[in-house]
């Protein structure tokens, strides 16, 4: 992500902030006012914030090259490599659209949003083609996108005799993305009204519809969190056994939701029910809105134990895990502990996006499939590291139904409802819809061109919706908990990197720039 | 069906017409009157209507029951027995709530259209119950909701040996239950503006917004379309080599787009291809919407090949059936017009939601299983006997996501369209996405609930789609095109009358039942 602080903030937004617009607004207040046609600055931004995105990806290939030079793997010279590309493409787009930058509008806040993320992914996917594993570039980018995106499906065999350099960089990918998505979700989507993401207008960007400067502070605090967060899992991690590499590697994957793991067998390797227990804690805290963190960190912690959307996720999480555990130890005879984390782990790792697996959780029995494969789709909170249709928009869609239905019944009365302190107007309730409409026409197209790849149906069904929703594993013997996405072939793999970044950037991101209106004059 | 000509017409809809409610309505008119609470009078006619229903359906249990006594069988006991509880049940309503009634409100309409069903399709049931096949009640029940919802999955094992009044009972239940779709989807489902039907009030019902008297002419002049339609398909099946009363059989199967047959294996158990050719005509039809039949007959067929929602669903027919041709000449070395037949007719099966089976298309190989799960919830033409999702719903949704990704480009600019000469505004969209979404929503809570009751995935998700669409029926060993429902548990079978019912009931219409505003004074 470019940071904002960096760029101008005024925008150049034409219309009416659509905040002011009611239902009762009289029509002649709708103007028809166009954005200002697209010039070449909205690309002068974005190739500017791809630069410093480049300049910066290389600093982070100096990590594992690190790790590898210490070691005295051969792999270093695979990242210094792929840092010395990185670091001349981003300085020469630096140097190219050096000068001051127009300010951002709404235009260049979608550019900005869904070409970066292709640019990165193709210069971060370069260790995993230059180094010794030596990844085909459908793999490579397939790694990368599954990386940044914190969906966490890997294409790579044998992690557990891999190059640490190498382990090192998958999870620095997700700790990236995850950060990233953290700051497109609180500070892009709802500057963009994406899928009712206008409900999570930040206090700065409220007072007057602009990305004001402030925004520099308020991403500041989200990265301090995040990194209080990592860090706090880090340590946790060591305390309970593991060694400080792993340690951070699986900080860094589960508080992005990403889902990584330093081993083929995942979290399962270890064998360690504490390891478990802390990574369901760090996992759920990935999956809570960030900026509830921050009224804690303002001395309002009511405001976060309030949140209607933390409430009905943890409810939504212990109603789905403590049946599970009760099936478990009752039909497997497992004890009651075990049954509880087991449920628990594989339940909070699925729902949170994040994908670690301790044990192939299929063994349990077809009757847990259809409810792993709906909360696969689910997703947690928004404004998290999470992926998915997410908590918020699962409320909204409760309410906007009992409305329709109240409305059918009683159609001239008119209801309103409100959600976090704003009213769900038509306007919201549409773009949700719109939202969840497009999340599961998506997953319907990406299975049919699955299973017309030659996929089972298990496998394309599930295999669609843990891109699209950003988690990792799917169901079925390719891609399960205990798989790997390694057999599947190429075509397979490139739509799986589309439906993953899809999901990442939530349709729309990526779906306007298909829009002839978007480029018109 | 209750004949609405049969009731006072006049309503008491209090709130004022929403079809007068436009985007620039100022607030001071949204006025909140709400209907006057109900009594014991909605009950009244819903009774008196369920009275005349099984009148009706006594009536049409003694030509089954004449078939068994001229064939020697005694199955006419079943059937005579039947008819007794059902007239006598039947009278006994009626003559209970004789006197002048009420008229129909908006609260009746729901009530009439939804419990019916259920009172209708308990008798219905008897017959199954009685008969030699000696149904079990929940098989009893499976194969009648089945029949009237015009699914079309079985649990009759041997149908080939059946006693022939049993089979013509059974086709019976589809030609009664395609009617009744076709009259509550112009007459009911526009009146209560459920999923966007609103769209399709009839002119009689457009001047002044309610029922009117003219609406028994309406219903006379549909039932002759459909009495027609199912006498030529009669007349082109017996021409093409079917016996009479296969002919009749398969007509009011085909017509209503129920998909119950005379034979276990389905149309494929004579083939012969004319059969097929014959079929996929009148499939077609059935899943045509009924009012520009009307046009045809008034002297205005432009309003028929003008129709979008007709021209859209031949092409995506044609657009999905023509490549599938191609697959099986190349892939499986069929004969060109054999191939296109047998994926014209099979694909016709499915999206009109018929659910003949021509073979087994679950061998033609697992990249054709997506496509045949996608068209199963797609559904025809509104209007039609067809269920699903329906073609002007995809096309309002296509519309509307245009129209929302437009919005997120120039959001202060207001982008008006019109379906069918009416215009798209917030209420319809939000209708169409309100359905769409239940629809969706519905099929993974079955899905979910069936994978808990131990099917598979493929059986569950397949299941739950095929009973939510009406289509019949579903992929993998049990319930595929080659299989039957028998084998499945009661409690999956009931869950799967329950998604039948809702799915024929276009969901809303049960779903308001729970509301509680539907029962407040």
Tied chains: 1, 2.
């Excluded at 905040?19 to 607004?25: A, I, K, L, Q, V």
């Excluded at 390797?269 to 478990?276: D, G, S």
């Excluded at 299929?362 to 947690?380: E, N």
Aim: charged share 10%.
């Amino acid at each position: 992500m470019a940071d904002p602080a960096k760029t101008p903030a005024r925008t150049s937004l034409a219309g009416p902030p659509e905040r002011r617009s009611g239902p009762g607004r009289p029509p002649s207040a709708l103007r028809s006012a166009a954005l200002p046609p697209p010039g070449r600055a909205p690309f002068r931004i974005v190739v500017h914030a791809v630069g410093w995105l480049l300049v910066l990806l290389a600093g982070a290939m100096l990590l594992p090259m690190s790790v590898d030079l210490a070691e005295g793997h051969p792999d270093w010279e695979g990242f210094a490599g792929a840092a010395l590309a990185t670091v001349f493409v981003g300085t020469a787009l630096l140097l190219a659209t050096r000068g001051p930058l127009p300010p951002i509008d709404l235009r260049t806040g979608f550019l900005l949003t869904s070409l970066t993320w292709a640019a990165v992914a193709w210069f971060a996917s370069l260790p995993f083609q230059l180094g010794s594993v030596h990844l085909s570039i459908t793999d490579a980018v397939f790694e990368t996108v599954s990386g940044l995106t914190t969906t966490g499906a890997t294409v790579i065999v044998g992690l557990d005799a891999a190059p640490r350099g190498l382990l090192l960089w998958r999870s620095l990918l997700q700790f990236v993305g995850g950060a990233g998505i953290v700051l497109i979700g609180l500070v892009m989507l709802p500057f963009l009204r994406i899928g009712g993401m206008q409900l999570f207008r930040t206090e700065s960007s409220d007072k007057s519809d602009k990305l004001l400067p402030t925004t520099g502070a308020l991403v500041a605090r989200l990265l301090g969190v995040y990194l209080v967060l990592v860090a706090a899992c880090t340590i946790a991690l060591t305390t309970v056994g593991l060694d400080l590499f792993d340690a951070v590697n699986h900080a860094m994957t589960a508080v992005s939701t990403g889902g990584f793991s330093t081993r083929d067998a995942s979290i399962g390797a270890f064998a360690n029910p504490a390891v478990e227990w802390v990574l369901i804690v760090f996992m759920l805290a990935g999956g809570l809105p960030f900026m509830r963190y921050l009224a804690i960190l303002q001395g309002r912690p009511e405001l976060f134990s309030s949140d209607t959307q933390i409430r009905v996720f943890l409810v939504i999480v212990l109603g789905v895990a403590l049946p599970l555990a009760a099936w478990l130890a009752i039909v497997h005879g497992r004890a009651p502990l075990d049954a509880l984390r087991a449920a628990l782990f594989n339940i909070v790792s699925v729902i949170t996006t994040t994908g670690f697996a301790s044990e192939d959780y299929q063994l349990w029995g077809t009757p847990v499939l259809g409810l792993f494969l709906a909360i696969t789709v689910l997703g947690a909170c928004t404004g998290s590291t999470a992926g998915g249709i997410k908590i918020f928009r699962v409320q909204i869609l409760w309410t906007a139904s009992l409305l329709y239905v109240q409305s059918l019944i009683l159609p001239s009365r008119v209801i309103r409802s409100r959600y976090a302190g704003r009213p769900i107007d038509r306007e919201l309730i549409g773009s949700v819809l719109s939202f969840v409409f497009f999340f599961i026409g998506s997953w319907g197209v990406f299975t049919v061109l699955l299973s017309a790849l030659g996929l089972d149906l298990v496998t394309a069904i599930s295999g669609a919706a843990t891109a699209l929703a950003n988690v990792g594993p799917g169901l079925g013997a390719i891609i399960g908990p205990a798989g790997n996405f390694q057999p599947l072939s190429d075509p397979v793999k490139w739509l799986l990197v589309l439906a993953m970044l899809l999901g990442r950037l939530e349709f729309f991101t990526l779906l306007v720039l298909l829009h002839p209106a978007f480029w018109r004059r």
